[in-house]
């Protein structure tokens, strides 16, 4: 072979060689730039990542837990409390809304709804009055009364005037009493009736066992429409009234207790004659919730029966 081939073809295998070798160098780096080593020595010579000098001097983040807000200790809520004023009390947690939060999520210890005092009780047939034989500190008469209808507590009988006033402009007709507070001995007179004439069953769902009737409280009124002379409470459902009432009533701080398809949860037959006073700013939030009854408002659970 000339001697000038054979140095050109040294030449050309000495640069394929060399091409090689730098292929499989930078193939070797990005090996150890990519996944971890496969190794123990290969882990100890690969390149360490270095953070950035702000990264590493950002603080540690620590958690810690809150305790929930107990409006029970705000001054506010505890003066009203103290006064007497429920609906001042409601307004004090912030209002209606507010108040039911707190209430349904256990953190309002100073709120009882068992407290026959206040707006907000809850009587059924699963809550009994504490004391069995409770009596309001005050009573009046409403405006407009039937015989024999008795008295209410005095500030929810002011208000049932106002209802009855505002519906008589709204051309609904005025309203009246036919029955209010009813003491723990009329109630037993009353349940007994309704079990002598209906038997225990349909007793029990058309009346309240003795310390278990709203209207022991005062906060609770059966009523009439008195639109060209005063009805029975079983028509007021398809009155003017009535209808005036179930759309309006929470604007004077009463609520329709027992309304169609809940008697699951309340034990009681739909009554839209029975109204219950809770106070304007609790109505409120019942009627902006779309409540059906105060257990469901209050979280508490169906009370079909009574126990045992």
Known sequence: MHP???????VTIGLAVALIGALWSLADGSAQHGPRPATAAAAATAPKIVMPAAATSLPAVRLRAVAAADPCAQPAVQQ???????????????GGAAFRAAVTAGSAPCIDLADPR???VVVN?????NPVTFAPSSFGEPALTVDGAGSLRA???QALDRLSAAADAAGAGS???????????TQVQTYSGQIAEYGQAQGDALSARPGHSEHQTGLAADVVSCAGGCGDIDSFGGTAAGAWVAQYG???????????????????DAEPWHLRYIGVPLATAYHD???????????LPPAPAYPG
């Open 125 to 129: 047939k699963a809550r009994p009055l």
């Open 4 to 10: 000038r081939v054979v140095l050109l073809l040294s």
């Open 250 to 268: 929470w604007q004077y701080g009463f609520i329709v207790r027992y309304t169609p398809g809940q008697t699951e949860v309340t034990g009681y």
């Open 118 to 120: 206040r707006d907000w």
């Open 175 to 185: 309203i009246a009493l036919a029955s209010g507070y009813r003491s723990y001995d």
């Open 155 to 157: 500030d929810v009988a």
């Open 289 to 299: 919730g779309g409540y059906s009854t105060l257990e469901q408002f209050f979280g």
């Open 80 to 94: 009203a409390l103290a006064a007497g004023g429920d609906d001042a009390v409601v307004e004090a947690f912030g």
